[in-house]
T-cell receptor, first 110, second 111 residues
Framework: QKEVEQNSGPLSVPEGAIASLNCTYS??????FFWYRQYSGKSPELIMF????GDKEDGRFTAQLNKASQYVSLLIRDSQPSDSATYLC??????????FGPGTSLSVIP | DVKVTQSSRYLVKRTGEKVFLECVQD?????MFWYRQDPGLGLRLIYF???????EKGDIPEGYSVSREKKERFSLILESASTNQTSMYLC??????????FGDGTRLSIL
């Protein structure tokens, strides 16, 4: 089992819809969770982080964490074509190492 | 805002050359990292450092070395470049218990 897994893409959603990106992790003691956005040919950019169970909202983005299920998700409301990118989930494990998932490619269709 | 600066966006070198990739951060971060990113393989950690003159091997250190003589600067060295080291190289930094922030990346081609 890989340490951090993300739903396989590519994911396509129509403009204005909600995009849902999922991530699971294997280390139950993980405490910190991050979402990065990476445009093609560019470097990853931090967009959200969450440490506690529940939801965290920032503008159109909501991160959801369920430690019991070892699951973290990113919801993008009112998706825009400019949201088209690869989204990387990153998890800081109990042994203090940050593991990145393989990424999910999102395409928002106008 | 955190600023992580990588010295080159694009670099072309020949096999056997010694290659230096430089990274500088302006946030007094303790932690610095070097990754490479290849299609289908994701981000892979090469080396990291938690303090000046400290270095730790990541998942794929073979063929690479690093130097951290000053807190703000972390250099990646390809001792004898080979074609399989053609890749996007990403530097990142973080404060303790803080998220990593990435530089713009260096796209390195080894001919």
């Amino acid at each position: 089992q890989k340490e951090v897994e993300q739903n396989s893409g590519p994911l396509s959603v129509p403009e204005g819809a909600i995009a849902s990106l999922n991530c699971t992790y294997s280390d139950r003691g993980s405490q910190s969770f991050f979402w990065y956005r990476q445009y093609s040919g560019k470097s990853p950019e931090l967009i959200m982080f969450i440490y506690s169970n529940g939801d965290k909202e920032d503008g159109r983005f909501t991160a959801q964490l369920n430690k019991a299920s070892q699951y973290v998700s990113l919801l993008i409301r009112d998706s825009q074509p400019s949201d088209s990118a690869t989204y990387l989930c990153a998890v800081k494990t109990s042994y203090d190492k940050v593991i990145f998932g393989p990424g999910t490619s999102l395409s928002v269709i106008p | 805002d955190v600023k992580v600066t990588q010295s080159s966006r694009y670099l072309v070198k020949r096999t056997g050359e010694k290659v230096f990739l430089e990274c500088v951060q302006d946030m007094d971060h303790e932690n610095m990292f070097w990754y490479r990113q290849d299609p289908g393989l994701g981000l892979r950690l090469i080396y990291f450092s938690y303090d000046v003159k400290m270095k730790e091997k990541g998942d794929i250190p073979e063929g690479y070395s690093v130097s951290r003589e000053k807190k703000e600067r972390f250099s990646l060295i390809l001792e004898s470049a080979s074609t399989n080291q053609t890749s996007m190289y990403l530097c990142a930094s973080s404060g303790n218990k803080q998220p990593q922030h990435f530089g713009d990346g260096t796209r390195l081609s080894i001919l």
